[in-house]
């Protein structure tokens, strides 16, 4: 693997509505962000995409497999969104209403804070690596690879090739009109953020 493309599903409804969690599909707009990134991709050869077991991934991968010939999506659990427990399908602003302690202790600390019944950066981590393991294992000696993932499981798998302070990764910048590329590379470390529309 020469390069990896670290790409965020499009808009939800969830995204919409700032609610945490769910499967939802995606919106006009988050199908309008799919089909971008088919067209941007269009010249370069991706012959696998990796995404996690949601819709939302899912649904932002299919246009892109689309317009290469061919292109298998596999689809691992282990890149699913971070778990939220209790707190899953709520608002932001409902969790400060009506758990304000859940609010006050992840804002305190949200690399370790875990929800309850649920996960937290730091417990989510072991399975994100055992996804990316799995990458490097199935990718059948490509140049090219593509995970289209969530995003605090796209902070985790750029921290793994970023040397960050723990504390940093669940602030890492994961917008939906752009994706990271990472140049892998031993003898040197590039990573791009790239828009694919205006
Ligand atoms: O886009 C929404 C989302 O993927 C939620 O499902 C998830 O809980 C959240 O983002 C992760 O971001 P943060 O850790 O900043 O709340």
Do not use: W
């Not at 009506?98 to 730091?122: H, I, L, T």
């Not at 994100?128 to 985790?156: D, P, Q, T, W």
Request: proline share 5%; charged share 25%; hydrophobic share 35%.
């Amino acid at each position: 693997v020469r390069n990896l493309f670290l790409v965020r599903h499009g808009e939800t409804l969830f995204n919409q509505e700032d609610r945490i969690g769910g499967d939802s599909d995606l919106t006009g707009k988050g199908r309008e962000q799919a089909n971008a990134l088919a067209e941007h991709f269009a010249t370069v050869r991706i012959p696998i995409i990796f995404t996690s077991n949601y819709k939302r991934t899912l649904q932002t991968a299919t246009p892109i497999a689309e317009r290469q010939h061919p292109c298998s999506i596999i689809a691992l659990p282990e890149f699913n969104e971070i778990y939220a427990g209790q707190c899953e399908g709520m608002t932001y602003e409902e969790v400060r209403q009506q758990m304000p302690d859940v609010a006050k202790e992840r804002g305190r600390n949200k690399y370790s804070y875990v929800y309850p019944d649920g996960e937290g950066y730091m417990t989510m981590e072991e399975r994100v690596l055992r996804g990316l393991k799995k990458v490097f294992f199935l990718n059948n000696y490509s140049e090219n690879i593509m995970i289209v993932g969530h995003r605090a499981v796209n902070r985790v798998i750029l921290s793994c090739f970023l040397s960050r302070q723990e504390e940093e990764i669940p602030y890492i910048y994961m917008p939906q009109d752009r994706y990271y590329h990472i140049q892998i590379d031993p003898h040197k470390r590039i990573f791009e953020l790239i828009a694919y529309r205006s």
